[in-house]
Structures are given as structure tokens and as C-alpha cells.
């Protein structure tokens, strides 16, 4: 099989251009879009070139900002009207595929291998797209075009605004290698330091590591890392609309979680509700998927399939698991977790392979699935909260098992 045509579309300071487009006067002062520009404390959100020139950032408080740049126009945050622009903008990009994956509200990866005969090769599609954004809304984006979900971004990041690049296979070494290590993707502040103390400063110098050294140096994204640098990320690009055709439920916390037990928690109560309505429907799923946004609502989705079909709360929670430990670091913040199971297949499909078990593993395995079936009927008669694990029954991140129903923070879907 050939290589996937990949690329990642970042509008180009998205807020403040947004803003741009209904205040032209805005286009030429120093301007930063802010939570509450009464408030020396608000947070700068996003800021203008010419506010950029003056070494405004993202993230600094306005009393920070205006130390920099004392003109400093401000204006207030409009989220509602972000979110139809990126809504406009990703519609765009599904006229040339259906593979588009929101990274962010400003970001997404489109897979547009199926589209090369239609639209021509990543490059012109890049730059068609860069023109389309342009002529319809008014926004400027940069394009990464490369052969995997990492290197397209990066190459989104290299030239802005209203750029594209192409990381090859014949050129990544050439493009990335001299940067610092702190432009490798995931690399952040910590993992800088920690890298140049050992002396690695730049991508290529990290890429010459071997994958032991930096799984030693850095656990599970040590080798996360070490795939990434060497062009090894082979992720796929999966579409909401994919994201869709599951049953998933989602969490939104009431704090960040940190550590690999408070996202278990998390994993454990949308696996339980998940797999009862898959039991409810009579189906079984073949796919796991989790997306996992971090504080920034910056997230991640990642998707495994089972060797054996299931509707049962702790396959799904193993297997979910899996996917957080391989692709999240234990110490990153999560905000909000959504678990799916997709590929569904009816739950009388799957006879014939159970033979993949051995007698033994059998036996667990109707076990597992008389009890949670039990609990089923008792959830049934008493409510949702009549059975809840220890871990659960007293939690402090807003896992609500006591109400019926949808809340705000538990969000089903199903198509
Ligand atoms: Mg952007």
C-alpha cells in the first residue's frame, strides 16, 4: 500500500482575525483578543501580527501584554461567532474529503489519499484550499502536507501565514532535523529541559536516540517520541461523522485529571454506561475509540480493534485504557473524555469466535457477562446509581451516577 496523503489546516490567528474581519480598523494597530479587557488579569486569547511583532503571546495576562506594547488594542472574546467560522471553514474542507478530524477549533487533519485523483496531489490541494478559505471567509490558513497526522502538522507550524509545506519522506530529515527539540510536536517545556540537559537539542539529535535510551529517559512518550521523530506515527485520520456511527458517552470533569488512577475513574464509569447500552441494543463492538481533550480542549482520538467483539464494561475499559497509557502522558491534564464503541456487529454474530478463548478464559468470560447483565436488571429497577464501584461512589470530578438520564456533563450519542 502507498503512502496516505495527510494534511493539517490551522487557520492563522483565528480569533483576532475573526475579529479582524468585522472591525477592518483593527487591521492595522496592535490588537489581542482577551477574556475580559476591563480586567488587568484577563488573558490574552489570541493576538494580531503587528501585536505579535511586539512580543504580545498567547496566554500572558493583559497587564503583562501592555507592558510590551502599551497601545495594545483589545478586544472581547466572541465564542459564538468562533465557532460558526470554524464550522464554515471545516465545511470547506469536506468538499475535498470526508476524512476531516477537528484538533482543535482552529485545526484539523484531512486524509485526502482518496481524493488525489480528483483534486490533484497534496500540494495543489493545499493550495486550492488555501485559496477557497481565503475567497469565502475571509481567513488565512497554513497547510501541512506530509504522509502521517504528525509531520502534517508540523509542516503547519513551519511557514505562517498562508503557506504550505510539504514534508516528504525525502525531506523530512533536511526540514525538521536542524530545528530545536522544543518544535517536535508533544515536546513541551518539561521534556525540553529534560532532553537538553542530556545534551539533545535538536530534532535530528533527539531522532538519533535510540527507543530503549528514551523510554528511559521519558516512559511510554519516550517511545511515542521516538516514533513520531522517525516518522513512524501511522494514527489515522477518523471523521466525526466515523466518530459518529458508535455509541459513546462523554465526560466533561469538574476538575482536570491528572494521573492514570483519576482517568481510570473516568474510563471505568463511561465503560460501565457505554457497555449497558450496547447490552440494551443487543450489539457487541469490534472498535474501541477514546478522545481525550486536555485543558486548552486540544484533543487526541485514538482507536483500537478487539481480537474478540464486546459488550462488556470491563473489556471496553481495559482496551480504552490501553489507548490513554500508549498515547498520553500520565502527568498531562484531561478535561473531558469520551469513550465509543463503533463497528457494531449484533451480539449473536460473534459465536463462532470464541474459540480465540481457551476453556478457562471462557468460563471468566460468561462470568463477567452474567454479572454485568445481573447489574443490569437491578440498574433497571433501582436507577443508575444502585450499583457503583468504590471508587466511584465518592468522587470529587463530577461523575454524577445517581441521576437518570442525560446530564450536561454525560452526553450520550448514537447514530
Ligand atoms: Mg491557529
Not at 476591563?38 to 512580543?55: D, H, P, T, V
Not at 481524493?115 to 485559496?131: C, N, P, V, W, Y
Not at 519522506?169 to 529541559?193: H, I
Not at 461523522?241 to 471505568?268: C, P, V
Request: glycine share 6%; with cysteine.
Amino acid at each position: 500500500m502507498g503512502d496516505r496523503t495527510i494534511l493539517h489546516c490551522d487557520c492563522n490567528g483565528f480569533y483576532a482575525s475573526v475579529e479582524c474581519l468585522y472591525h477592518p480598523e483593527y487591521r492595522d494597530v496592535p490588537m489581542a483578543v482577551c477574556g475580559d479587557p476591563q480586567s488587568r488579569r484577563g488573558i490574552i486569547l489570541a493576538k494580531n501580527e503587528l501585536a505579535k511583532q511586539y512580543g504580545v503571546q498567547t496566554a500572558e495576562t493583559i497587564w503583562q501584554a501592555r507592558k510590551k506594547c502599551p497601545n495594545l488594542v483589545l478586544a472581547a472574546a466572541h465564542h459564538d461567532l468562533y465557532a460558526r467560522f470554524s464550522e464554515k471553514v471545516n465545511a470547506i474542507y469536506r468538499r475535498y474529503t470526508d476524512l476531516v478530524e477537528p484538533f482543535s477549533i482552529d485545526e484539523s487533519w484531512l486524509d485526502v489519499t482518496g481524493s488525489r485523483m480528483l483534486f490533484g496531489d497534496g500540494r495543489q490541494i493545499a493550495d486550492e484550499l488555501r485559496k477557497v478559505v481565503r475567497q469565502e471567509t475571509g481567513l488565512t490558513i497554513s497547510v501541512g502536507v506530509s504522509f502521517n497526522k504528525v509531520f502534517a502538522k508540523m509542516g503547519s507550524d513551519y511557514k505562517k501565514p498562508d503557506a504550505t509545506t510539504v514534508i516528504s519522506r525525502e525531506n523530512y530529515k533536511s526540514l525538521l532535523f536542524p530545528m530545536p527539540v522544543d518544535a517536535m510536536l508533544y515536546v513541551g517545556k518539561k521534556t525540553q529541559e529534560l532532553l537538553n540537559r542530556r545534551g539533545i537539542r535538536t530534532i535530528g539529535e533527539l531522532a538519533e536516540c535510540s527507543p530503549v535510551q528514551l523510554q528511559k529517559w521519558l516512559g511510554k512518550q519516550g517511545m511515542e517520541l521516538y516514533r513520531y521523530v522517525n516518522g513512524l506515527d501511522t494514527a489515522p485520520v477518523i471523521s466525526e461523522q466515523q466518530q459518529a456511527k458508535s455509541i459513546s458517552n462523554e465526560l466533561t470533569f469538574s476538575r482536570n485529571l491528572i494521573g492514570y488512577e483519576e482517568i481510570h475513574m473516568g474510563i471505568a464509569a463511561l465503560a460501565d454506561s457505554v457497555a449497558a447500552r450496547l447490552r440494551r441494543q443487543h450489539l457487541k463492538c469490534c472498535t474501541v475509540q477514546v478522545l481525550i481533550k486536555n485543558p486548552e480542549l486540544q484533543s487526541i482520538s485514538r482507536q483500537c480493534t478487539l481480537e474478540v467483539p464486546t459488550y462488556l464494561a470491563k473489556e471496553l475499559a481495559q482496551a480504552a485504557m490501553k489507548l490513554v497509557k500508549d498515547s498520553w502522558g500520565s502527568q498531562s491534564p484531561v478535561r473531558m473524555l469520551s469513550l465509543g464503541a463503533a463497528n457494531l456487529i449484533g451480539a449473536d454474530e460473534t459465536v463462532e469466535q470464541l474459540s480465540l478463548f481457551s476453556s478457562g478464559e471462557q468460563l471468566d468470560r460468561n462470568k463477567e457477562e452474567r454479572l454485568e447483565t445481573a447489574m443490569d436488571r437491578i440498574r433497571r429497577r433501582y436507577g443508575k446509581g444502585a450499583i457503583l464501584s468504590a471508587g466511584l461512589l465518592k468522587n470529587d470530578i463530577g461523575i454524577d451516577m445517581g441521576r437518570r438520564g442525560k446530564t450536561d456533563s454525560d452526553k450520550e450519542s448514537e447514530s
